[in-house]
């Protein structure tokens, strides 16, 4: 059987550094919304708030991204990570992880990730996201706060890295043990 985990979260959550350790636990593939998202910006030479105001204007922006996110869910042994994976690996996808953290831990971990200032940090990703989420129900009818469609969620200021996997690692080999996978 195909296996797709999907791990959705806002910025800053951990999404990327937990999808990199599952992905190995269980050797699946990773594909990364946000790394897509940064390389499309860096080719452009715009900053991720200067890249979503594009966005905003140009909707095959999303759409490449979120169709690419689609491909990779129907291919299966994957681990899909980004705000939308769930939504778009739809009937693909296995188990549906959010990650969740507090505005603050969030915007303190992207401006360490970023070598960038706090308030800079702060601003961009708030303007950011309110983009996205404006984009998300335009675009999907999605509402990004809509946690429905989750298997697991998770606080990730409550663990360490390693504890976060830990909880994870043992909720998806459960699944797949029960689900023959």
């Not at 009818?141 to 989750?150: A, L, P, R």
Request: net charge negative; glycine share 8%.
């Amino acid at each position: 059987m195909k296996r797709v985990v999907t791990i959705g979260g806002l910025h800053g959550t951990g999404k990327s550094s937990v999808a990199d350790k599952i992905s190995k636990e269980f050797k699946l593939r990773r594909v990364s919304a946000g790394i897509i998202f940064r390389r499309l910006a860096d080719e452009r030479g715009l900053t991720l708030e200067e890249f979503s105001r594009v966005a905003e204007q140009d909707g095959e922006i999303d759409r490449l991204l979120d169709d690419t996110l689609r491909v990779e869910a129907e291919k299966g042994d994957v681990v899909i990570d980004g705000q939308l994976a769930a939504w778009m690996a739809g009937e693909h996808a296995d188990f549906k992880i959010l990650l969740t953290a507090p505005l603050d831990v969030r915007i303190k971990r992207i401006s360490e990730r970023d070598a960038t200032d706090y308030e800079y940090a702060k601003r961009e990703t708030i303007a950011r996201e309110g983009s996205e989420s404006a984009r998300y129900k335009e675009f999907y009818g999605v509402e990004i706060g809509d946690q429905s469609i989750y298997d697991l969620i998770l606080r990730t200021d409550r663990y360490d890295l390693d504890g976060v996997v830990r909880v994870l690692t043992a909720a998806i080999r459960t699944f797949f043990e029960q689900h023959g996978m």
